[in-house]
């Protein structure tokens, strides 16, 4: 049923095609208001300038951001209900039907959701002065490595396994993310298969550019996927008109990435206050590496905000290396990720 791929190789491999693994194990990306950057920088430009002269640039510099939101932006861009900044969000990946997929699935439901606490404790106590806020992360259209009746190397869970997912969710008062490998397929055809889904505003959406393949030709696997801008552009569009059909707080947008080539024309990704987009540092192996790929991936190509991904297995696959803990992360990464994925 789920993909046979086998798991993404180490970030000391990853210039090599034939070190790509699997679905599911990845590098990734960076937390950064793009428009308030934007906004500093046009106001040091314009200096000195009057007051007014400042408000009207962060009046056009919101506008140009954002596309039409059909609600009244706050003083900080965002709309009321906005999770981020104030939460970092944590969350177990994987499948539940499926142990290889990630710690979701891996080990049993009551032993699993047991170490989910002990997590986000340890969160919790490495940085309290922000709200730890749980989530699972459901691979809910899944790459394969065969092509399926339409040659699309894609299969999407059976609505059991979504509500049983949805029930571990409200179950842990966590947010859900549904997150979708489209194979040879493409967004535009994938996205709407979630919409009733998203309609709820618990759930969000993560979408994978490693196994998105149009552009390679190739089934999931053979080469890594990448989305370009317009790709991220057509998600939160999506998303953006959910909230506002049926009037729901801003939702998330996670993007997963580990390569320089997963996502193209970054700084052409238009943000909007409907939807707040993590950019998620998916690579494993060494800490010094993975550090490496946040700085070359997250810091120096900014979208919004940042997440970053730990590995159970692959992080500790090779000696010295090691999973890191809550304070590294939060003392080693600039800027601090406000979304962290256990896999």
Sequence with gaps: MFSTIKPRATLAALALVAALAACNTRPGQSETA?????????????????????????????????????????????????LL?????????????????????????????????QVLKEWQAADPSLPVMPALHSVTITAQSAAGGDGKYR????????????????????????????????????????????KDPTIHLGIDPEFAMVTK???????????????????????ANIVSENHLPPKILMVHRFTKGMVTNYQDIKLDPRVQVIMDMD????????????????????????????FYEYDIKRKPYHLMTPKEVLTELNPVPLYIQYQ
């Design 217 to 239: 030709k190739v089934r999931p696997g053979k080469k890594i996927g990448t989305y370009d801008a317009k790709d991220i552009n057509y998600a939160i569009g999506f998303l």
């Design 85 to 117: 900044p104030g939460h970092r969000i944590v969350a177990f990946y994987g499948n539940i039907r499926s142990k290889g997929m990630g710690i979701l699935g891996r080990e049993p439901k009551a032993q699993m959701m047991r170490k989910f606490d």
């Design 34 to 82: 793009t428009s308030q950057s934007a906004t500093a920088a046009t106001d040091s430009a314009r200096a000195p300038a009057t007051r007014n002269d400042t408000l009207q640039l962060r009046r056009l510099a919101l506008q140009r951001d954002s596309l039409k939101a059909d609600s009244i932006v706050r003083k900080s861009g965002q709309l009321p209900g906005a």
């Design 155 to 198: 299969l999407m869970n059976s609505a059991a396994t979504i509500a049983e997912t949805r029930a571990w969710a409200k179950e842990k008062n966590a947010l859900l993310f549904m997150d979708v490998q489209v194979g040879l397929s493409d967004l535009p055809h994938e996205l709407p298969k979630l919409k009733e889904y998203l």
């Design 283 to 310: 690579g494993w192996g060494d800490p010094v590496l993975k550090k490496d790929s946040y700085k070359a991936y997250i810091q120096k190509q900014p979208v919004q905000y940042a997440g970053f991904k730990l």
